[in-house]
């Protein structure tokens, strides 16, 4: 008999989320599987931020169901499975570069064998060890959760608007991210307003309308 297929790193099923009773999304069911990235498009108001924080976990759906390797997501699992790189840098404003990387990696462990310093390398910030979070660029704080990113053993990566604050060149820094992460067997869920992410790679798009639209 052949191997079953394995489950895929994210499995959603008829999830949804409204505020103040105003539908939000949902009922949306969708999957990824390793290699895989799946672009999630739509207007502002659509819900895209809504839907990666309902899969991190920093949300709570009105109903459906989350499956991370086939198994039920809850919080220690997410912590496990899924890396997340939000609008907010997530990151200490007095710590230097180097330091908030090595309280992250203390919390949430570190890619084996990848090193600090060649993931500062890695996103151009190498020379700003040492930098406060405070002194850097919008686009220096966003190289700098690239890093952590990069750094994190999560499979799944939920990427919300990861081009944002970035140059042509940091935005063809995270499509090579991207493409190496599902080289390497990861998969990744990406919101975006243009069309920027187009590593080669498997990619399906979910588009995302408004409610009222």
Not at 34 to 48: F, I, P, R, S
Not at 92 to 120: E, M, P, V, W
Not at 185 to 192: K, L, N
Request: hydrophobic share 45%; glycine share 10%.
């Amino acid at each position: 008999m052949p191997a079953a297929a394995p489950p895929p790193l994210l499995a959603v099923f008829d999830l949804a989320f409204s505020r103040d009773e105003t539908p939000i999304f949902g009922p949306l069911s969708l999957h990824v599987g390793a290699g895989e990235a799946l672009l999630v498009q739509g207007d502002n108001g659509a819900g895209k931020t809504t839907l990666l924080r309902v899969l991190a976990g920093l949300l709570r759906p009105d109903s459906g169901t989350v499956m991370l390797a086939g198994q039920p997501a809850h919080p220690t699992l997410r912590a496990q499975q899924i890396a997340y790189l939000g609008h907010l840098p997530g990151l200490k404003a007095d710590l230097s570069a180097l330091h908030n990387l090595q309280y992250l990696c203390g919390l949430h462990g570190r890619r084996a064998r990848l090193q600090i310093d060649t993931a500062l390398a890695l996103v151009g910030l190498t020379g700003f060890e040492d930098a406060p979070l405070r002194t850097l660029s919008a686009g220096q704080k966003k190289r700098l959760g690239l890093a952590r990113l990069w750094l994190s053993p999560a499979p799944l990566w939920l990427l919300d608007e990861p081009y944002a604050n970035l140059d042509l060149e940091g935005i063809q820094l995270v499509n090579r991210m991207v493409q190496a992460h599902l080289e390497a067997g990861g998969a990744a869920m990406i919101t975006t307003h243009g069309a920027y992410a187009a590593p080669p790679v498997r990619t399906r798009l979910l588009v995302l309308k408004r409610p009222d639209a």
